[in-house]
């Protein structure tokens, strides 16, 4: 459609009234633009490796991953309510901050051997819970 509109724009100055109407004029003009479309030999190019349809993938995930992913968002959180309130923080301070056990230990005023320990326990109450 735009290649049509841009002939008509350019090709504006030869319409002539006596000719046709504006309308039969301008589709005549997309018609043929139509046909010569069709006439190109190479318009649709077969993908029979699939290199194509890769090229256009997205990286998405489909309706399926997204409702396991909900499911197990789900059983995590409800794995993350089930950890002692210190080792919730450390362990959410450390993965959804990336903090290290150092600047963890400084942020909750805590030695850093009682943190690594919240953390190594709390990770394993999750595994445990979560097989």
Known sequence: MQDSFVNIWHNASRYSSEQSQV????????????????????VERPDPDGELTLAWADGAPGPLERLQSSQDSRRLADCI?????????????????????????????????????????????????LA
Request: hydrophobic share 40%; proline share 3%; with cysteine.
């Open 81 to 129: 309510s089930q950890l002692e309130s210190q080792q919730r923080a450390a362990i959410a301070l450390s993965f959804f901050d990336d903090l290290s056990h150092g600047e963890i230990a400084s942020r909750l005023e805590k030695p850093l051997g009682t943190i690594k320990s919240w953390v190594r326990r709390g990770l394993e109450r999750l595994k445990r819970c």
């Open 23 to 42: 309308m039969t004029w301008m589709t005549r003009i997309v018609r043929n633009r139509c046909i010569d479309l069709l006439r190109r030999p190479d």
